[in-house]
């Protein structure tokens, strides 16, 4: 079994749709929790940053993590094209590092 | 901002080719790696270093090795190419956060190596 779950999608969506993005893990120790978003031939870049347990909100992006269930969600209000990437899911232990999702890709459409 | 550059976004070699993947990050950052990203698996971790002259093994580093003889420079290698070793090549850097965490992970804009 992996240490992070993700479902691969892809996950297609109209504009302006509310898009749930959502990773699980098996390791109580992952303290650090993160979304990157990768474009088509770009590395990853640094969405969201959560540590332990919350809500994290930044625009249109809102990041949640339930340590209790050890589930994290990435939420996209009011969706647009641009959005359309792939995204991951990382997570990682205190002074560890870090461990990825396989990564959603996500396709909104105009 | 960060800035991580790969020598070269697309690469094909042939197979028992030596091949050298470079890595350069302008932030003076600590901490470098090497992960590869394969479709449906994510991406992988081969080497890391967090100094000079200092490389630890990741999940995957059997076929690769890795140098470090600048804080701002790490280099992949292929000792001798394979065709499982295709795949998209990613280089990160990160600083060591408050209390030691490593966070934010920068990352390059990958090299796809094609090993024919």
């Known amino acids: 079994q992996k240490e992070v779950e993700q479902d691969p999608g892809p996950l297609s969506v109209p504009e302006g749709a509310i898009v749930s993005l959502n990773c699980t893990y098996s390791n109580s120790a992952f303290q650090y929790f993160m979304w990157y978003r990768q474009y088509s031939r770009k590395g990853p870049e640094l969405l969201m940053y959560?540590?332990?347990?919350g809500n994290k909100e930044d625009g249109r992006f809102t990041a949640q993590v339930d340590k209790s269930s050890k589930y994290i969600s990435l939420f996209i209000r009011d969706s647009q094209p641009s959005d359309s990437a792939t995204y991951l899911c990382a997570m990682m232990e205190y002074g560890n590092k870090l461990v990825f999702g396989a990564g959603t890709i996500l396709r909104v459409k105009s | 901002d960060v800035k991580v550059t790969q020598s070269s976004r697309y690469l094909v070699k042939r197979t028992g080719e030596k091949v050298f993947l470079e890595c350069v990050q302008d932030?003076?950052?600590?901490?470098m790696f090497w992960y590869r990203q394969d479709p449906g698996l994510g991406l992988r971790l081969i080497y890391f270093s967090y100094d000079v002259k200092m490389k630890e093994k990741g999940d995957i580093p059997e076929g690769y090795s890795v140098s470090r003889e600048k804080k701002e420079r790490f280099s992949l290698i292929l000792e001798s190419a394979s065709t499982n070793q295709t795949s998209m090549y990613l280089c990160a850097s990160t600083q060591l956060g408050a209390g030691g965490a490593q966070e934010t992970q920068y990352f390059g804009p990958g090299t796809r190596l094609l090993v024919l």
């Open positions: 932030m003076d950052h600590e901490n």
């Open positions: 959560t540590y332990s347990s």
